[in-house]
């Protein structure tokens, strides 16, 4: 029997079983709305094996050499004294934003 794709209904259904029991995290904003959904890379991969496009969409967003050059160039002659570890930037914008 056909399903929903032209596919056989039974194939669907594992599949959708598969999703089910994929360990995604959700991450909310502060009023509670979701804004993201995190997968595991082990099953990302696995998506990512099944529908080909997704690997070509992934490799259309890739910065292109020449900028990835430019901006290592521009990180290499950077004053390393003006960064600041990630946790401290965090901390910084929830005390000036009230997160």
């Known amino acids: 029997m056909a399903g929903f794709f032209g596919k056989d209904v039974n194939l669907n259904f594992v599949h959708l079983i598969k999703i089910i029991a994929m360990k995604f995290q959700y991450i909310s904003d502060s009023e509670g709305n979701t804004t993201a959904v995190v997968i595991p890379i ?6 990512k094996a099944k529908h080909k496009e997704l690997t070509e969409a992934e490799e259309e967003n890739e910065l ?8 290592d160039e521009r990180l290499a002659t950077e004053n390393k004294a003006d960064f600041i570890p990630v946790e ?4 910084l914008l929830r005390q000036k934003y009230g997160l």
């Open 42 to 47: 082990d099953e990302w991969n696995e998506i």
């Open 64 to 71: 292109p050499a020449a900028a990835r050059a430019i901006l």
């Open 88 to 91: 401290e930037a965090q901390k």
